[in-house]
């Protein structure tokens, strides 16, 4: 550039008919337009070096994202293992505490099937003996008395087969109870399930600890009615709740306080649009720093090896699950009260 104006001003200089004026006015803006394109060169060199230095930091900055979206990415894969590692952890826990209130039901299932049992076989036993005699009496050719055996006989089967099959009932019952899949909702007697459960909680007790007893009331509502719950799960909280009442009471009977007696009341109520199933005690009550922890999943008081600490987190989860509410009240030395609140409206 700069050679090209050189050429222009030698130009000039030799252009005679030129005045020594007009040639220097002529060099002066020449060399005006020199500088000025000096400044340009200038500015457009420092233009195209910011350019590249932004590309560079441009370039930088995508690598420093990237690396930060991989690290993004590893950390939520990592999450997500750790989800699926503490769901499968939660599940076999779920698992474990179903098969420990198994355990606690065994005895009281045991009890439960005897009695069917024994009827089965004492009915058998005179049915036995019935066709004997119907069969003399076939010999001796009495017909009417032949009927009337016949009619006894009828009669004792229909009592063995209905019990029979309530022996298979708490087979059934059994067998849901340890089930792994959550069971279907279905229209569920209230009164029945908690009376079931009630049962097979103290005959449990009683197996393993013979000198145990406590005086048991129920309270049912006769207007309780159905209500469409997972039975064998509501079951297991009315285990729970009776479990725990009747070893806080047996506790303090071994205090032996003077004229003590251990009660344990359950009771349902129907309250416009919710049931509520209550389990109260008369035992050791709970202290108020307890009271707080004892729906946290491991929280127990219980000796080691006795308690899981899940029964009343657990609790806690089904009744949720059913949209109900799970209290408690209690009077630290005077006994505690557990209520199951569940809408009867919940689908
Ligand atoms: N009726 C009650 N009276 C006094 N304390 C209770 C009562 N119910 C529960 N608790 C307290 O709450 C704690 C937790 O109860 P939870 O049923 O969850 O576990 P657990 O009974 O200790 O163990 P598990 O149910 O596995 O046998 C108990 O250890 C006890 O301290
Ligand atoms: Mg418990």
Do not use: C, W
């Amino acid at each position: 550039m700069n050679q090209q104006i050189q050429l222009i001003l030698d130009y000039f200089q030799q252009q005679e008919q030129l005045s020594a004026d007009e040639k220097n006015a002529l060099i002066k803006a020449l060399k005006k337009v020199k500088s000025d394109l000096e400044i340009a060169e200038f500015k457009l060199e420092r233009t195209e070096k910011v350019k590249r230095t932004t590309a560079i930091l441009l370039d930088e900055t995508i690598q420093e994202l990237e690396l930060k979206r991989k690290a993004v990415e590893e950390t939520n894969a990592a999450l997500q293992q750790s989800m699926e590692e503490l769901k499968a952890a939660q599940a076999q826990l779920i698992q474990s505490e179903k098969m420990a209130s198994l355990g606690e039901l065994t005895a009281g299932i045991a009890h439960e099937i005897q009695n069917p049992l024994n009827f089965v076989n004492n009915f058998s036993d005179v049915t036995l003996e019935l066709i004997g005699e119907m069969v003399e009496e076939v010999d001796k050719g009495n017909t009417e008395e032949v009927k009337a055996i016949a009619r006894d006989v009828q009669q004792n089967m229909e009592k063995i087969l209905h019990h029979g099959k309530r022996a298979g009932e708490i087979v059934k019952g059994m067998l849901q109870h340890s089930r792994t899949s959550s069971g279907q909702k279905e229209l569920t007697d209230i009164n029945a399930l908690a009376d079931e459960y009630l049962r097979l909680a103290y005959h449990g007790l009683r197996a393993k600890d013979k000198a145990f007893n406590a005086t048991l009331h129920t309270e049912y509502d006769e207007n309780a009615g159905k209500v469409n719950v997972i039975p064998q799960d509501i079951g297991r909280v009315i285990l729970n709740l009776i479990t725990n009442a009747f070893y806080t009471v047996n506790e303090r009977k071994r205090l032996k306080e003077e004229g003590y007696e251990p009660v344990v009341t359950v009771s349902t109520s129907r309250i416009s649009d919710h049931i509520e199933i209550k389990v109260k005690d008369n035992g050791m009550g709970i202290p108020k720093k307890v009271l707080d922890k004892i729906f946290q999943p491991f929280f127990t008081t219980k000796p080691t090896g006795h308690g899981t600490g899940l029964g009343l987190s657990l609790s806690y989860d089904i009744v949720k699950a059913h949209g109900g509410e799970l209290s408690v009240h209690s009077d630290h030395g005077e006994g505690t009260v557990f209520i199951v609140s569940i809408p009867t409206n919940h689908q």
